[in-house]
């Protein structure tokens, strides 16, 4: 699902057909910034595969950000530039 919102789009990972395991659930696109948001309750931990795939983002040059709390989603905002 692609949803819009001002000159910022997101999508989720998980219902847009991409079946790569250990894939961030949301990927942000903005202005040529792209984040890739792993979203968790909080005390929640991130599987084996998660951990592997934002490593892998990383080395891609890509952020990311895993979410728990209103401030992460602060954070994000920040980076993405909102």
């Known amino acids: 699902m692609l949803k819009q919102r001002g000159d910022c789009l ?3 990972l998980n219902s ?4 790569l395991k250990g ?3 949301v990927m942000i696109m ?8 792993e979203i ?6 991130l599987s084996l ?3 592997e795939r934002i490593g892998q983002l990383h080395r891609l040059g890509f952020d990311t950000k895993v979410i728990r709390t209103k401030e992460d989603i602060e ?3 920040k980076i993405i530039g909102g």
């Open 40 to 45: 968790k309750e909080p005390g929640d931990r």
């Open 10 to 12: 997101a999508m989720s």
């Open 30 to 37: 903005k202005e040529g910034k792209v984040l890739f948001c």
């Open 49 to 51: 595969i998660q951990m």
């Open 16 to 19: 847009s057909g991409i079946s």
């Open 75 to 77: 954070e994000v905002i």
């Open 23 to 25: 894939m961030p659930d």
